[in-house]
């Protein structure tokens, strides 16, 4: 398309279609944190001859898209606690054994070696920690969010049964 082309004769693509609208809502809003009512997304909906039943459909995607962002974050402040708490343990451990190194040798030497070796688990660690992107990934947030709503639904039980002993 070029800027020369009469208007009824551009066409634009879905993407550019969504990307454009955005902008153009972007830019509407003086306010940048603006919210609408749903009234008004079903209004906007209804002038784009998008059906309230598609509208639905593509809010509850949203939400669960949104819900699935916040899981991954909690999963990532979950794995990041669990290596500062390791870290910790490294960092005592070893220096407990160049402390006894050096009392009873009189210099650090085999306590290297515990030092080193352990120092590559945890780059490991560190590397399994903040890679997150792929497979391995993937298979350790399904698996922490699999335990995560099982403890949920656990305690929503649990709850419910205290409740209903309490009455």
């Given amino acids: 398309m070029t800027a020369f082309e009469p208007k009824s004769l551009r066409s634009y693509s879905q993407e550019d279609v969504q990307k454009i609208l955005q902008l153009a809502i972007a830019r509407q809003s003086d306010d940048?944190?603006?919210?609408?009512?749903y009234e008004q997304i079903l209004e906007?909906?209804?002038?784009l001859e998008i059906s309230p039943d598609c509208l639905n459909l593509a809010e509850r995607d949203w939400l669960a898209q949104q819900s699935e962002g916040q899981q991954r974050i909690a999963f990532d402040v979950y794995r990041r606690g669990k290596f500062k708490k390791r870290l910790g343990n490294y960092a005592i451990v070893n220096g407990f054994f160049m402390v006894v190194d050096l009392i009873g040798g009189g210099g650090i030497s085999w306590s290297l070696y515990i030092l080193l070796f352990c120092g590559l688990a945890l780059g490991l660690d560190v590397w399994n920690t903040f890679q997150t992107k792929g497979e391995e990934y993937e298979m350790a947030f399904q698996k922490w969010n699999r335990k995560h709503q099982i403890k949920k639904t656990i305690n929503t039980v649990i709850n419910k049964w205290f409740k209903a002993l309490q009455i």
Avoid at 32 to 37: D, I, P
Avoid at 44 to 47: F, L
């Fill in 32 to 37: 940048q944190n603006k919210e609408f009512s």
């Fill in 44 to 47: 906007i909906a209804s002038e």
